[in-house]
């Protein structure tokens, strides 16, 4: 049985849609992503968390619904949230002092200063800590809270990297303590390096993003005959064609292989990313990973493929959840998969 | 839910240590005690004037601290994360008041020491200025609830300062304009009055009829406070 139930949620707002009915189950030990826009995210999560209502639909949590017990049923949910606020005047250690009392937990403030890893700043005011240093701090509030169900929005937006791993470790630690957890994020690269279940939600429905290493080999397969007529085409096409096309407002733009940084796949949609900006095209993945390979361009994901040129960094989370750092401006980061992370080895000779 | 001391405290302590800190709002704690500390150096000696310091004091302490703890929660962003923890709003708000509670104690008792206020009978004193600071407490809960920010704190309270500190000064006026007889029955007023006649020897059960005043008020505030606080603690 499910720690989360969601049975049938739906909302609509005047007449527009906000996300059709959906079931979700999350259970003990499962940790489960939803890839949504901004409105749709916060309309969900205020949902769960009682502040608006649904338009049809139950949440459970522990086979509860808010109506029957708001105080009780908000208890068991550990939220990590945005808009949350810190006591800037006070210091790290204080802070989580104040957590631990309020919460009545037996961990000791040390040992969670420590596995948020603010040992030298415990004495610091929070209002001095970086950005990422305060998101520590509230994840910290998890620690102490101990919930069965947490739920995340945007865990790893803005923050830096090292403030990632800990994250990571964190959510795996608290995995293994048999809780379940919720995370919506607008961000897929956030959602992989957490989970490999991740589902997407918006106006169209609720769909799940099938990145198990089985479809690995259909893809491959796929590719094999999309490979073939690939050959055809340029069997017919006397000169070969190195530009790739984007549609912009009508207009067909064509950029150089070179100035792409990666290609994202978003509902069937392949879009190309330049310099922090990206543009439809009409290819589809598979076409435009054979087109791109002399070019030095890598099939990192399912559902990316990246320039390896601009590649700087590859972060190990675990051992089988990879991020991999561009140079472009933003420092994107996208995800490797692990069957692909043996390939990139044999193809930069890290054998 | 029950109410437990140790989360009480806990807040007790947060907010203690929040406020150490906090210069905008611990810099009105000075106003009463430097004007205390002035009247008492020009060797005044007169109950309108102590009471004067005494029920600023309350205001800018009691209501004021009060209003902004509830306030700041708001303004960061605090209170949600407050609410959704073990913390009943009891427990928040009355581990506030005991700040604030203790806090306007203090100030006030210094504030004597400057003045060199010294009443006939501390313990009826004691009793009146306890149950002013309740109702001060309530009235910084009912405004803490209302306002959204520190800054709009620091406005809202101005009105009340001046009713509450100059108010007394009102009842001279009340010749010319009888409307303003009812100045007599706010509870600074009534405050002024223990004091008076406690200096002039007067016992405990001759005085009921102002604690009883007194004692409307703070029912009145606290009634006052429930209101609001189911009105604005739905969301």
């Not at chain 1, 200063?113 to 998101?135: A, P, T």
Request: aromatic share 10%; charged share 20%.
């Amino acid at each position: 049985m499910g720690i989360l139930r969601i049975s049938e949620l739906e909302k609509h707002n005047e007449h527009t849609v906000v996300f059709p009915a959906f079931n979700l189950e999350v259970s003990e030990r499962e940790v489960v992503a939803i890839h949504a826009s901004t409105n749709v995210r916060t309309t969900l999560l205020n949902i769960i968390m009682g502040g608006a209502s649904a338009s049809n639909g139950v949440v459970y949590i522990n086979n509860e619904t808010i109506e029957k017990s708001r105080g009780t049923f908000l208890a068991k949910i550990g939220g990590f949230f945005l808009q949350d606020g810190l006591y800037e005047r006070l210091s790290v250690k204080e802070h989580l002092s104040f957590y631990q009392s309020i919460y009545g937990s037996t961990l000791a403030v040390d040992e969670v200063i420590r596995m948020v890893q603010l040992e030298g700043k415990r004495n610091q005011r929070v209002g001095k800590l970086s950005f990422s240093e305060q998101r520590r701090i509230h994840f910290s509030r998890l620690l102490f809270q101990n919930p069965d169900f947490l739920i995340f929005e945007e865990p790893d937006q803005n923050i830096d990297l090292e403030t990632k791993r800990i994250f990571l470790k964190l959510v795996r630690a608290i995995k293994e303590k048999g809780k379940a957890m919720l995370v919506l994020t607008g961000n897929m690269e956030s959602a992989l390096a957490i989970t490999d279940t991740v589902y997407r939600l918006d106006d169209k429905g609720f769909h799940t993003l099938d990145i198990r290493a089985e479809d690995n080999e259909k893809d491959l397969a796929e590719e094999k005959s999309k490979d073939e007529l690939g050959n055809d085409e340029v069997i017919v096409q006397p000169v070969r064609f190195e530009k790739i096309p984007t549609k912009v407002n009508e207009k067909i733009v064509l950029f150089d292989p070179p100035e792409i940084d990666y290609i994202e796949s978003s509902d069937g949609q392949s879009l190309i990313f330049i310099k922090g900006e990206s543009y439809p095209c009409m290819f589809t993945m598979t076409d435009l990973e054979i087109r791109l390979h002399p070019y030095g361009f890598f099939r990192c994901h399912r559902s990316y493929i990246v320039n390896l040129q601009k590649v700087r960094e590859v972060v190990t989370w675990t051992r089988n959840s990879f991020t991999l750092v561009l140079t472009d401006d933003k420092k994107s980061s996208i995800p490797l998969s692990k069957t692909k992370m043996a390939e990139l080895k044999g193809m930069l000779g890290l054998k | 839910m029950t109410f437990s001391m140790k989360r009480l405290l806990a807040i007790f302590n947060k907010d203690y240590k929040d406020l150490t800190r906090n210069l905008y709002v611990s810099f009105t704690l000075l106003v009463p005690l430097v004007l205390a500390a002035v009247f008492g150096r020009q060797g005044i000696d007169s109950i309108d004037l102590y009471y004067m310091v005494f029920n600023m004091a309350l205001c800018l302490v009691a209501a004021y601290i009060q209003c902004s703890l509830i306030a700041e929660e708001k303004e960061k962003n605090t209170l949600r994360g407050l609410m959704l923890s073990p913390a009943s709003t009891m427990e928040i708000l009355v581990g506030k008041g005991l700040l604030s509670f203790v806090t306007t104690i203090l100030v006030i008792g210094i504030s004597a020491y400057f003045l060199g206020y010294m009443p006939e009978n501390l313990l009826i004193v004691s009793l009146g200025i306890i149950l002013s600071t309740v109702f001060y407490i309530a009235l910084g809960t009912a405004l803490g609830l209302v306002t959204r920010s520190v800054m709009e704190a620091s406005v809202i309270i101005m009105p009340f300062v001046f009713i509450f500190s100059f108010g007394t000064s009102l009842s001279v006026l009340a010749e010319k304009y009888p409307i303003l007889q009812a100045a007599d029955y706010l509870p600074n007023s009534q405050l002024i009055m223990i004091a008076k006649e406690v200096e002039m020897g007067t016992g405990l059960a001759e005085l009921w009829s102002h604690f009883g005043i007194i004692g409307l008020w703070v029912i009145g505030m606290a009634l006052i406070t429930m209101v609001i606080y189911r009105k604005r603690m739905v969301d």
